[in-house]
């Protein structure tokens, strides 16, 4: 069975950083483009980076570029993101997403990670 | 990027019913779509892909047509548990995009 476990997620202050971990089981971690997706309280989902199997292709959302980091430690089966310069608008549950073997072809999602930027 | 829209936002409909949700994208996605169902406080959940494709355990009630820019998740007979909100998502193209999701309700 795939399985998604999201951790890391916390209370930050704007212009701080965090690092979100996805811990993955139930299958072969290397192969599989992993993504995160995020969701604001209320509001829809929004895709935030994506990173291939062998971590040589990575591929991010405009509202993240250059803030956000993502990776990947295949001997751990764990991807990360590394957040960085944190807004308001970064407050969200981020979700770690398994793709069907096609970047964004459907996703089996984790539980999510809440992450909350607030003075 | 390209925009999906859903349409309607809102859905108010009643058990048993034929319930019909659109999506349209901005530009030719051929058939790379998804549809999700989330639940209040719970991860989204894989329903189809591939435009039309059931995920394995999804019932047959949901069905998923359409091409282009143009499609559809029906549900034949609407159910108690499947009061939910509903997206589709393109993988045609990044930045991956979602429509703004459809709440459906009971009426």
């Known amino acids: 069975e795939v399985q998604l476990l999201e951790s890391g997620g916390g209370l930050v202050q704007p212009g701080g950083s965090l690092r979100l971990s996805c811990e993955a089981s139930?299958?072969?971690?290397?192969?599989?483009?992993i993504s995160w997706v995020r969701q604001a309280p209320g509001k829809g989902l929004e895709w935030v980076a994506s990173?291939?199997?062998?971590?040589?292709?990575?591929h991010y959302g405009d509202s993240v570029k250059g803030r956000f980091t993502i990776s990947r430690d295949n001997s751990k089966n764990t991807l990360y993101l590394e957040m960085r310069s944190l807004r308001a608008e970064d407050t969200a549950r981020y979700y770690c997403?398994?793709?069907?073997?096609?970047?964004?072809?459907?996703?089996?999602w984790g539980q999510g990670a809440l992450v909350t930027v607030s003075s | 990027d390209i925009q999906m829209t859903q349409s309607p936002s809102s859905l108010p409909a009643s058990i048993g019913d034929r319930v019909t949700i659109t999506c349209q994208a901005s530009?030719?996605?051929?058939?790379?779509l998804n549809w999700y169902q989330q639940k209040a406080g719970k991860a989204p959940k894989l329903l189809i892909y591939?435009?039309?494709t059931l995920e394995t355990g999804v019932p047959s009630r949901f069905r998923g047509s359409g091409s282009g820019t143009d499609f559809t998740l029906t549900i034949s007979s609407l159910q108690p548990e499947d009061i939910a909100t509903y997206y589709c998502?393109?993988?045609?193209?990044?930045?991956?995009?979602f429509g703004q999701g459809t709440r459906l309700d009971i009426k």
């Open positions: 997403a398994r793709d069907r073997g096609e970047l964004g072809r459907g996703y089996h």
């Open positions: 139930g299958f072969t971690f290397r192969i599989y483009f």
């Open positions: 990173m291939s199997g062998s971590g040589d292709v990575v």
């Open positions: 530009r030719d996605i051929s058939h790379y």
């Open positions: 591939d435009t039309s």
């Open positions: 998502q393109q993988y045609d193209n990044v930045p991956l995009t």
